[in-house]
């Protein structure tokens, strides 16, 4: 079975530029999730879809990270304009539900802000 | 709000020592537990899951129990290995869909 699919793997971009990530979840999976880890802590969700629609985005900073997921599959994490403090990994997960399905995690894209 | 908590956050030991790893969450309204393994650079890998309903779930040298009641669970590495050297961490699935994580505790299994 095909893991989660991330791409770029590394990202350097300066400050107020725009970066962008990509996500292909597990084959048949509902449920995706991005997360954004700073150095030393724990993932923070930005955003859950379950297909294509909006579950959770309290906590994207919408006036500067957007995200879609066209037709309930792939997804893409926009940022525009980086700042300094966006400098993190994104990690990109799916489950095949909400419930009690377990969650799988892609390799991740570091993304450096200079 | 799900708040979840790893204590300690830094843990090394000699090699062939049993882990002991903590999680406690606030809010016992949960689908799940899940932990999981972090190296440097990489994503997470899924090592345990266990439901609301189970006790505790093993795998190898791992065994993970909740008490959901108590909001905590424990994970715990027997006889560790070098190889064993990560950040581990724990994720809660609350009845509200979402899955909140721990800061984590990094593992150092000195040979």
């Known amino acids: 079975e095909a893991g989660v699919a991330q791409s770029p793997r590394y990202k350097i971009i300066e400050k107020r530029q725009s970066v962008a990530f990509w996500c292909n979840p597990i084959s048949g999976h509902a449920t995706l999730y991005w997360y954004q880890q700073i150095l030393g802590q724990g993932p923070k969700l930005l955003i859950q879809?379950?297909?294509?629609?909006?579950?959770?985005d309290s906590q994207l900073p919408k006036d500067r990270f957007s995200a879609e997921r066209l037709k309930g599959v792939d997804s893409t994490l926009k940022i525009q304009p980086a700042k300094l403090e966006d400098s993190a990994v994104y990690l990109c997960?799916?489950?095949?539900?909400?419930?009690?399905?377990?969650?799988?995690f892609g390799q991740g894209t570091r993304l450096t802000v200079v | 709000k799900q708040e979840v908590t790893q204590i300690p956050a830094a843990l090394s030991v000699p090699e062939g020592e049993n882990l002991v790893l903590n999680c406690s969450f606030t809010d016992s309204a949960i689908y799940n537990l899940q932990w999981f393994r972090q190296d440097p650079g990489k994503g997470l890998t899924s090592l345990l899951l266990i439901q609301s309903s189970q006790r505790e779930q093993t795998s190898g040298r791992l065994n993970a129990s909740l008490d959901k009641s108590s909001g905590r669970s424990t994970l715990y590495i027997a006889a560790s290995q070098p190889g064993d050297s990560a950040t581990y961490l724990c994720?809660?699935?609350?009845?509200?869909?979402?899955?909140?994580f721990g800061a984590g505790t990094t593992v150092t299994v000195r040979a």
């Open positions: 997960a799916s489950s095949l539900g909400q419930g009690p399905e377990r969650a799988f």
């Open positions: 879809f379950q297909n294509n629609g909006v579950v959770d």
């Open positions: 994720a809660v699935r609350s009845n509200d869909y979402k899955l909140s």
